[in-house]
């Protein structure tokens, strides 16, 4: 139909622990590795919840990965588990 647009508003929430975002999680206490998996749940969870498309949540959150680099965020693994978590949020 001419002039109609339909937009489906995505909701998630992300409760990913250190191990499954693969982090370093034997050189870090394990508090503070999971208080890092918890703050790239929560930004990503924030981007996807208001309304970013795949490529800005995919851009900002590699942002924040590299900023938690010393953790290992920026790691192929993480990145990887990043595009698959984001394949399925935006399919």
Not at 77 to 85: A, C, G, I, N, S
Request: proline share 2%; with cysteine.
């Amino acid at each position: 139909m001419n002039n109609l647009t339909i937009k489906t508003a995505r909701t998630v929430t992300c409760n990913f622990s250190a191990d499954q975002w693969e982090l370093y999680t034997n050189a870090f206490p394990r508090e503070e590795i999971e208080g890092i998996a918890d703050q790239l749940n929560l930004y990503l969870t924030e981007l996807v919840n208001t309304d970013h498309t795949r490529r800005q949540t995919e851009d900002l959150m590699h942002i924040k990965l590299k900023s938690c680099a010393i953790y290992g965020a920026y790691d192929s693994e993480p990145l990887r588990f990043l595009e698959r978590v984001l394949e399925e949020i935006y399919k």
